[in-house]
């Protein structure tokens, strides 16, 4: 009965606003914040924590529905202390930069879709401080650098003439392999060569703000 009443909700939202004519942005400038999962890669998803993934980004739309855009990336995952036996305090950092392709669409005035991929280059730089019986204090620093995707989707609900939200969800190709020993753990554990070549990726899901600087309204 819930999932009638909301499917019969949204359509009606739709064809409402399809009466008064489909809104249709140009210029927009976007800021995302998510909690990342990771997914692939055992020791990563074993050891490493997600934290937080932020973009933001300035994208054009044009008017039959592809946007292109320009924009930077961060994320940070903590090592959890729980998972290994020794004391490791720190995390991944990544930042990077990406451009943006996708097609965007909005059904009437207030809701509308946005999805695309990310494609971009990101520094990694590890930072933990490791306490090794054999030394009172040990600083590791790792850093490297390699391409990234990330294809996205979005639920966009608009406020108002200059104002959306958005519900995103995406998922990150970093394409790095992650060892335990990266972070200054003394070995890798019983992790196998192959599982350790395992490419980084993690899922995630968060909110979105928009602004928008220009708007056309279709008839």
Request: charged letters at 15%; aromatic letters at 20%; hydrophobic letters at 40%.
């Amino acid at each position: 009965m819930k999932r009638g009443i909301v499917l019969l909700t949204f359509v009606i939202v739709c064809f409402a606003g399809r009466a008064q004519g489909e809104y249709e942005p140009k210029y927009t400038w976007n800021v995302e914040l998510g909690l990342p999962v990771a997914t692939s890669n055992q020791p990563f998803c074993d050891i490493m924590q997600g934290l937080v993934t932020i973009n933001t980004y300035q994208q054009y739309s044009f008017p039959f529905h592809l946007n292109v855009g320009l924009g930077l990336k961060y994320s940070y995952f903590t090592v959890n202390e729980f998972a290994i036996s020794q004391p490791v305090f720190g995390g991944l950092h990544t930042g990077g930069a990406f451009a943006k392709v996708g097609w965007d669409k909005f059904y009437g005035q207030t809701f509308g879709v946005d999805f695309g991929v990310k494609v971009g280059y990101a520094q990694h730089f590890i930072n933990t401080l490791v306490q090794p019986v054999d030394e009172p204090e040990f600083r590791n620093r790792l850093n490297w650098s390699n391409v990234f995707a990330e294809p996205v989707f979005s639920l966009i609900l608009k406020a108002d003439e200059r104002n959306s939200y958005r519900l995103n969800l995406g998922y990150t190709f970093y394409g790095f392999p992650y060892e335990p020993v990266d972070i200054g753990l003394t070995s890798n554990g019983d992790y196998t060569p192959d599982v350790l070549d395992n490419s980084t990726q993690f899922f995630f899901i968060g909110f979105g703000y928009s602004f928008y600087f220009g708007e056309k309204v279709s008839e």
